[in-house]
């Protein structure tokens, strides 16, 4: 089954670190470039990090320097998965929103639920 799910989010104050990963189920995303985008309350959701098949990053201007995108591949005898993560350092009160995987560009029919992420002040 051709799904992602996202994890790793929670409350943390400012200053604070969170890891979130998306655990993308399927061989077709070994050949993608992937993404995390976040939707932060009454805003449209944005592109933060991307990453290539090859393994190049690129983020956005706000996050540059705080924000490093990964990702590896694991194939079972059963199932190839393709794991992103981001890891997310010196967190601010902006960086509160709902994160989410996808490719890039971004395929409707892979939107998950998204981690949330809080950040107090």
């Known amino acids: 089954q051709v799904q992602l799910v996202e994890s790793g989010g929670g409350l943390v104050q400012a200053g604070g670190s969170l890891r979130l990963s998306c655990a993308a189920s399927?061989?077709?995303?070994?050949?993608?470039?992937m993404g995390w985008y976040r939707q932060a309350p009454g805003k449209r959701r944005e592109l933060v990090a991307s990453?290539?098949?090859?393994?190049?990053?690129?983020?956005?201007?706000?996050?540059k320097g705080r924000f490093t995108i990964s990702r590896e591949f694991t194939m079972s005898r059963d199932n190839a998965k393709t794991t992103v993560y981001l890891e997310i350092n010196s967190l601010k009160p902006d960086d509160t929103a709902v994160y989410y995987c996808?490719?890039?560009?971004?395929?409707?029919?892979?939107w998950g639920q998204g981690t949330q992420v809080t950040v107090s002040s």
């Open positions: 990453i290539t098949s090859g393994g190049t990053a690129n983020y956005a201007d706000s996050v």
């Open positions: 399927g061989s077709i995303f070994s050949v993608k470039h």
């Open positions: 996808n490719t890039i560009p971004s395929d409707n029919r892979y």
